[in-house]
């Protein structure tokens, strides 16, 4: 099974500053990791696909990079409501895993 | 647009058979794989499976022994049963959609979830 682990599991950031998180993957996962925000009480929400594709209705301040075991997702410049937890998916012989998440909280 | 509705019980008894089903409405269950995944109260995501409307499916290792998913495409629902769960199956059960059709994608439609607690 691939592990994916996520880094820092917490980042005290202030609105307007850019946050980098990380998804490290246990082996090669080609480019088959995506992205997700979720919010408390709410269902996750799909921000990239594909490693560095944006999902429908995703703002460009989202972006995502990466391939193979290593992968960054990166928030230009932080809106309020982008306070929140983002996890990484991977999906590689024909199984799905989540990493830990991230919390992004304001500084 | 397409939206997504779990329901079930929100509680099971320990050692019973958990039993979900997930509404398909305003598109098709068919062309598309469906998936359930869970978070414990507090915790991160964890994956459980995924199912086609032709009847292909893949589960969680972790889970594979307990878990049964099937699709009723006169309904247009989908559905999981976990056996025999304890405490630790608690949480908030949520299903959803792959992005494409045909692929076991990423999950761009999801539902609002529900919580499922396991008590006696």
């Known amino acids: 099974e691939i592990v994916l682990t996520q880094s820092p599991a917490t980042l005290s950031l202030s609105p307007g500053e850019r946050a980098t998180l990380s998804c490290r993957a246990s082996?090669?996962?080609?480019?088959?990791l995506a992205w997700y925000q979720q919010k408390p009480g709410q269902a996750p929400r799909l921000l990239i696909y594909?490693?560095?594709n944006r999902a429908t209705g995703i703002p460009p301040r989202f972006s995502g990079s990466g391939s193979g075991t290593d992968f960054t997702l990166t928030i230009s410049s932080l809106e309020p409501e982008d306070f929140a937890v983002y996890f990484c998916?991977?999906?590689?012989?024909?199984?799905?895993?989540f990493g830990p998440g991230t919390k992004v909280d304001i500084k | 647009q397409v939206q997504l509705q779990e329901s079930g019980p929100g509680l099971v008894k320990p050692s019973e058979t958990l039993s979900l089903s997930c509404t398909v409405s305003?598109?098709?269950?068919?062309?598309?794989?469906w998936s359930w995944i869970r978070q414990p109260p507090g915790k991160g995501l964890e994956y459980i499976g995924y199912?086609?409307?032709?009847?292909?499916?893949n589960y969680n290792p972790s889970l594979k022994s307990r878990v049964s998913m099937s699709v009723d495409t006169s309904k247009n629902l989908f559905s999981l049963e976990l056996t025999s769960v304890t405490a630790a199956d608690t949480a908030v059960y949520y299903c959803?959609?792959?992005?494409?059709?045909?692929?076991?994608?990423?999950?761009?439609?999801w539902g609002q979830g529900t919580l499922v607690t396991v008590s006696s």
């Open positions: 959803a959609r792959a992005r494409v059709q045909y692929s076991y994608d990423s999950n761009s439609v």
């Open positions: 305003g598109g098709s269950i068919t062309t598309y794989f």
């Open positions: 199912i086609h409307h032709g009847g292909t499916t």
């Open positions: 082996e090669s996962v080609d480019r088959f």
């Open positions: 594909d490693a560095s």
């Open positions: 998916q991977q999906r590689s012989n024909w199984l799905f895993t």
